[in-house]
């Protein structure tokens, strides 16, 4: 069994009463066609900004699964795996974890959690596997949550739930395992994509970086991966009031040495603000995130590569019977800091969203979308392209539900 997932199979033998678990197995099957011009996708080693590109057209199968069990009234466990065909490990695991809500006859309310899974900062991706109510692809700040970010550890919520004056949270955890998060974020930048790294895989790092470093292609990271012992945390509040809205605030800190290095690899030390809110007025849903942080490592005493970078999104969403269509804007930027050789890695870029769904049972649900990205990256000019690039997205995509 791995080290990084030191929770995932926890033998339960609780007390002497007896108890049926109740298991249920839920998720998804889809097929989608796509088509993208300009670069090579970030996922082949290219600078694009988008899942698909390099003006190819493709249909491709992919598949999530949520298994739930829950052992007793206030402990479940839940894990969610994915199948997909197209990538490095056909199967991975995307979360794995057991949860503790003990029965609240008050108006608080506590939830502890142990395992891996996807820190609580998204407005948008709510639904199962790490995906967007709205939309195929999330936000730029949503995709890299998805692509970098997983909490392996334990995490603590507590709610006051005050009637008219809504629910108040405030939710923190100690985590470690994640001390390469911001590695793509410095090496790649920002991107948009609807295809979260698994636990296990290795992620494609691009193949301009290689080039700069004389490195081999393919070169790969491990995400997911404990390197100098140190805990990271997190700490959310949130405010969340019926009929009006709610709004969060983050803060997040890997705590990692930037100078501690396995395997070739170099721990980053991240941290960052994010803040949302969303709206609901009849019909209509507004939401939107902003998040601004920082990523280093020094490979050499005293020498810092540092890489700032923020990004603000927001989205109008429409819902109206089995219809829903959402338009969302994106402005990501990254900031390359050195002292000393600088790198051609900073980034100016913004994005358009438009997707429509239909829904015309619950286990069906068909989606188009359109996503056009105008970004410049001044690392393009090591591979010989232009910095500044633009790309469009189609896609088609029919999601089965089981």
Known sequence: ????????????????????????????????????????????????????????????????????????????????????????????????????RPISTNAWRFT???GAFFPPFSLENTEIGWTSYWTITPSAINSWIGDELRTIGTEGKVEWRG????????TGALYGWNEPAGVLMADRGWALDDRPAGLFEHTREPDAMAALFGAPVPLQTELFSEMDGHVGWYLQGAWDVPDIGKIEVARYKNQADDAAEKNGAFAWETHFYSAGAETSWHDFTLMAQGMNGYTAIEPVEDVEFETTFKSVYALAGWEHGDWRAAIRADVFQTREENPGVPLPTSEDGHSF???????????????????????????????????HQTQTQLQLLARFYY
Do not use: C
């Not at 438009?354 to 105008?374: C, F, K, M, N, S």
């Open 1 to 100: 069994m791995s080290r990084r997932v030191p929770f995932l199979l926890a033998a339960l033998l609780m007390s002497g009463r007896a108890y049926a678990v109740d298991f249920n197995f839920e998720g998804y099957g889809e097929f989608r066609g796509a088509y993208a011009d300009g670069e090579k996708s970030y996922l082949d080693g290219g600078l694009g900004k988008l899942r698909y590109g390099g003006d190819d057209t493709q249909g491709q199968f992919y598949a999530v699964g949520q298994g739930h069990a829950q052992i007793l009234p206030e402990l479940s466990a839940v894990v969610v795996g994915r199948l997909d065909p197209y990538h490095e490990l056909g199967i991975d695991m995307l979360e794995a974890y057991l949860r503790y």
């Open 112 to 114: 502890f959690k142990a």
């Open 163 to 170: 009637g008219d004056w809504g629910t108040l949270s405030l």
């Open 353 to 387: 969203t438009a997707a429509g769904t239909w829904v015309p049972y619950g286990w069906l649900r068909l989606t188009a979308e359109a996503i056009y990205v105008d970004s410049t990256r001044d690392q393009r000019a090591v591979v010989g392209i232009d910095p």
